[in-house]
C-alpha cells in the first residue's frame, strides 16, 4: 500500500513533471507575439488521437467492499481520444473557476472512444487544450503526445500514462 501511494505522489507530483524537462518554446528569449505562439501551439492539440496505457495502478474494491491495490491491466489495448472547441458548459460546473465569473465557458472538450474505464469518457477544458477536468479526475496530455492523469470514483481510484499519437 505504500509503494502504491509512493506512486501517486510521484506520478503526480511538479517535481516529476519538471524532470521531464519539458520547455515551451512560447516562452524562448526572441518571441515576439507570445499570445499568439500560445494559440497556435492550442490550435495543434485540436484532432484525433490513438493512444494507449503504458502503466495504471489503481485502488479498488469489489461488492462486498474488499480493497485490492496494485498495477492494473486495461481491457483496451487502444483506444481513441478526440479533442475539439465546445463553449457549452459553464466553467463552475467544472469546480475550477471562482463563482463570481459566471460568464466563464469551456474553450475545449476531450472525447474518449470506447469508454476507457479508467477515466471519464467526456472532459472539459477553460483554460487548454491539454489540460482536463470532469468531477471525478484530470486529464492531460502533452505536445509530444504523453497522457497521463487520474481518476475517482466511490469504489475505485486510478493513476495512468500513456502515449498519445495524432492521427488528423
Not at 516529476?16 to 526572441?30: D, R, T, W, Y
Not at 496505457?53 to 491495490?69: F, L
Not at 470532469?134 to 493513476?159: E, P
Request: charged letters at 20%; hydrophobic letters at 35%.
Amino acid at each position: 500500500m505504500r509503494i502504491l501511494l509512493l506512486f501517486f505522489c510521484i506520478l503526480l507530483s511538479p517535481t516529476a513533471s519538471a524532470e521531464l524537462k519539458i520547455e515551451n518554446p512560447c516562452m524562448q528569449p526572441g518571441v515576439k507575439d507570445i499570445m499568439a505562439c500560445f494559440q497556435r501551439q492550442e490550435e495543434a492539440m485540436l484532432g484525433k488521437y490513438l493512444c494507449t496505457y503504458t502503466n495504471i495502478v489503481g485502488i479498488q474494491r469489489d461488492v462486498s467492499g474488499a480493497v485490492s491495490a496494485g498495477r492494473v491491466r486495461s481491457p483496451l489495448d487502444k483506444f481513441f481520444i478526440e479533442i475539439a472547441r465546445d463553449n457549452t458548459l459553464p466553467c463552475v460546473a467544472m469546480g475550477n473557476s471562482i463563482p463570481s465569473d459566471l460568464e466563464c465557458k469551456t474553450k475545449y472538450k476531450l472525447t474518449a472512444n470506447p469508454d476507457t474505464q479508467v477515466f471519464d469518457s467526456r472532459q472539459y477544458s477553460a483554460n487548454s487544450s491539454g489540460v482536463f477536468l470532469s468531477g471525478s479526475g484530470k486529464v492531460m496530455i502533452g505536445s509530444a503526445g504523453r497522457l497521463w492523469g487520474y481518476h475517482m470514483s466511490s469504489d475505485s481510484s486510478y493513476a495512468f500514462e500513456g502515449q498519445c499519437e495524432k492521427i488528423n
